[in-house]
């Protein structure tokens, strides 16, 4: 079965950085593009970042560009996410997933952003 298993999160205050991992098993890692999500507390879930299988084109939102970096090992089948400069409104529970819509995700790890 697809299973992912996110964590890194943490508290942080504002300005602060996390590094998110995310440790993908039962699906064929190598060709899978792979997405980072978030969902705050009474919103939608958000697709903030995005990368090909061979990890040379990378997607963020507008959310997070210019803030984050996102990475893979294919090796170990890890997803990475980078988070700086993090703002309150960075607060989330945050996902990884290979579908578009973040259908199918792990249980997250919780990054919470406050002074």
């Known amino acids: 079965a697809v299973q992912f298993e996110e964590s890194g999160g943490g508290l942080v205050q504002p300005g602060g950085s996390l590094s998110l991992t995310c440790v993908a098993s039962?699906?064929?890692?190598?060709?899978?593009?792979m997405y980072w999500f978030r969902q705050a507390p009474g919103k939608d879930l958000e697709r903030v970042a995005g990368l090909n299988a061979e990890g040379s084109i990378p997607y963020y939102a507008d959310s997070l560009k210019g803030r984050s970096t996102i990475s893979r090992n294919n090796v170990q089948k890890r997803l990475y996410l980078t988070l700086n400069d993090l703002k309150p409104e960075d607060t989330a529970m945050y996902y990884c997933?290979?579908?578009?819509?973040?259908?199918?995700r792990g249980r997250g790890t919780q990054v919470t952003v406050s002074s």
């Open positions: 997933a290979k579908d578009y819509v973040g259908a199918t």
């Open positions: 039962g699906f064929d890692f190598t060709l899978s593009y």
